[in-house]
């Protein structure tokens, strides 16, 4: 059972920068993805960013360019560094964390931390 717990949300205005961390409760180096997911009041969850424990990544179009995910495997934690924050990033952000034991899948999911753009 792996533990996510997020941390960095609040209220910035458009333009803004905010960081999100999210840390593992168990090694992750043993967490095969890792990535960050949204939920806008009305609408449903979507992938933001993801990363492998071999450091690929990959991104939702929306947030190319703005946003960057990275991971500190010494630390068991992932981050998303959000630019240019606008409105519509506006949501409750999830951290995932995917893990692979033979031919079993896990998915884990924080808490949620709340993100607020205002215009």
């Known amino acids: 059972q792996v533990q996510l717990v997020e941390s960095g949300g609040g209220l910035v205005q458009s333009g803004g920068s905010l960081r999100l961390s999210c840390a593992a409760s168990e090694s992750s180096f043993s967490i095969n993805v890792m990535g960050w997911y949204r939920q806008a009041p009305g609408k449903q969850r979507e992938l933001v960013a993801v990363?492998?424990?071999?450091?690929?990544?990959n991104y939702a179009d929306s947030v190319k360019g703005r946003f960057t995910i990275s991971r500190d495997n010494a630390k068991n934690t992932v981050y998303l560094q959000m630019n240019s924050l606008k409105p519509e990033d506006t949501a409750v952000y999830y951290c995932?964390?995917?893990?692979?034991?033979?031919?079993?899948?896990?998915?884990?999911w924080g808490q949620g931390t709340q993100v607020a753009v205002s215009s």
């Open positions: 995932n964390a995917e893990v692979y034991s033979g031919i079993h899948g896990y998915i884990y």
């Open positions: 990363i492998t424990s071999g450091g690929s990544t």
